[in-house]
């Protein structure tokens, strides 16, 4: 077996492992890139990028058969040649994994080793039978995937992952999708736009990750006029019938249907690629589902000279979140044991959807109830929205009582993309709502719905505030 020494081990090399690469060898170091697997980001080759350009073509398909509200009339009946749909998505995609390969391709040779790495001891690693290395530091960069609960599992190859469904030549008749996360609710809408017959369900309400109870519900009202979901379904049985899925379901009218599907899309989650890695055979302390504990400050393992960076820690599976984290854990890799925390940017989350989701900053289900207050804007009679025929959703910000600041928001309506992104800069920035509203807002633009919103937090931060003194003042006074 061949014996390789190295400053700093970096396994896998997606989004996060290429980042902590990079960083070590910005700070130096010797660095080994360690991957059993295809080169390529998850982002680029299952992930956001082939589902945006499904997306795409839905969008399109939905902007023509609807153009109708515009006076803009189409003749004849709007057709969508799956097969040609299919065909862009793998091209473009392909495309995109190619300008990640040719950044491997640059790395040198003697900086990467194909196969799948195991620990042998903290900072031992044995790569396939072939290499054993030894390393001062370990950066575990393994990624994640999808996660699918037994009982879908006897479904064989009419169980398809997000993953299988960019592998797709042609688009299927009739799919039933499992969750109404992200993914689910991208590719659901996507595919029901798209001709497909879909059904959505989930369970315990939630939807696009909203956790603020009204956001969340107007959401929910919004996609049910497009599409059957139903978050919070009574899924009785799903089975394998000849070359189609069964699902027998109780309805959103309580009665109870049974139908067939093409495929089972199930959307439920993702694991951490952590459980190969032979973690029992180091000083690792692991949470429940069996991933190292960390610190998101500086990736690093408890005490250790290992850090784990991106999909495989399980906190923020994004992949601006997984290159900040993996520069993260190479800079601290490479200074180890002077070890720092690094920049962690304010939160922020989209869904493609339409209308799309956005979360910045703190959201509503981690506020401390009685500490801010709620502005709130809806989209349905806002101008520039109305003028595209996009007025539809709602916008929730949240600010801090005591001290005015902005703490986050959520939302599901017209440009949220973009929207998300002001808020994530107004949190990081730390400003206060009143600051906010000193901005520019130009007219006519959908921005000018978040300053409806801000402007309702201000009034109510300006009773809230006023209540505050009055009760401090009796206070004192008693």
């Known amino acids: 077996m061949k014996t390789l020494h190295t400053d700093i081990a970096v396994i896998g090399a997606g989004t996060a492992g290429l980042a902590a690469y990079r960083a070590a060898k910005a700070a130096g170091k010797r660095a080994l890139l360690i991957e059993g697997g295809p080169y390529g980001t998850t982002c680029a080759r299952v992930g956001c990028m082939p589902s945006k350009l499904l997306i795409a073509a839905a969008e399109a398909a939905h902007n023509a058969a609807h153009a109708d509200a515009f006076g803009v009339h189409i003749s004849g009946e709007i057709s969508v040649d799956g097969a040609a749909v299919m065909d862009r998505v793998k091209r473009e995609r392909d495309r995109f994994v ?21 620990f042998v001891s903290d900072t031992v690693l044995r790569v396939d039978d072939h290499t054993e290395v030894h390393a001062t530091r370990v950066v575990i960069a393994t990624g994640s995937r999808p996660s699918v609960p037994p009982p879908f599992r006897a479904l064989g190859d009419r169980l398809v992952v997000n993953d299988d469904v960019f592998a797709w030549d042609d688009l299927p008749r009739r799919v039933a999708v499992f969750g109404p996360g992200v993914i689910g609710l991208e590719l659901g809408q996507a595919l029901a736009r798209l001709g497909v017959e879909v059904r959505v369900f ?18 929910r009202k919004i996609f049910q006029r497009e599409f059957y979901l139903d978050p919070d379904a009574r899924v009785l049985e ?49 949470n429940a589902q069996g991933v190292p504990l960390f610190d998101r400050e500086t990736m690093q393992a408890g005490d250790l000279p290992i850090f784990i960076a991106g999909d495989a ?73 109305r003028v595209m025929g996009k007025n539809k959703g709602m916008l929730h910000v949240y600010a801090d009582i005591a001290t005015g600041r902005f703490l986050g928001a959520e939302m599901v309506g017209p440009s949220a993309e973009h929207i998300g992104h002001l808020l994530a800069w107004a949190v990081q920035q730390e400003l206060t709502v009143a600051r906010m509203l000193e901005m520019p807002f130009y007219h006519p633009v959908i921005e000018e719905g978040l300053r409806t919103a801000l402007r309702d937090a201000a009034a109510k931060l300006a009773r809230a505030q006023e209540a505050l003194r009055r009760e401090e003042s009796e206070n004192e006074m008693a």
């Open 98 to 118: 190619g300008f990640v390969l040719e950044g491997v391709e640059n790395i040198p040779a003697e900086d990467k080793l194909r196969g799948y790495a195991r």
């Open 313 to 385: 820690n399980a906190d923020a599976p994004l992949l601006h979140e997984a290159a900040d984290e993996g520069r993260i854990a190479g800079e601290n890799a490479a200074r180890f044991p002077d070890v720092r925390q690094g920049l962690r940017r304010a939160p922020l989350a989209v869904v493609f959807s339409d209308p799309q989701i956005a979360l910045a900053g703190q959201g509503y289900g981690r506020l401390v109830p009685g500490t801010f207050v709620i502005g709130e804007v809806d989209f349905s009679d806002q101008g520039r929205s």
């Open 202 to 219: 989930g369970v315990s309400g939630s939807l696009g990750g909203i956790s603020d109870p009204q956001v969340r519900l107007n959401a």
């Open 238 to 286: 799903t089975t394998r019938v000849g070359d189609e899925v069964e699902v027998r379901y109780v309805t959103l009218d309580n009665s109870e249907r049974t139908e067939r599907f093409d495929f089972a899309l199930v959307a439920t989650g993702r694991r951490a690629n952590v459980d190969g890695l032979g973690l029992e055979n180091t000083s690792l302390e692991l």
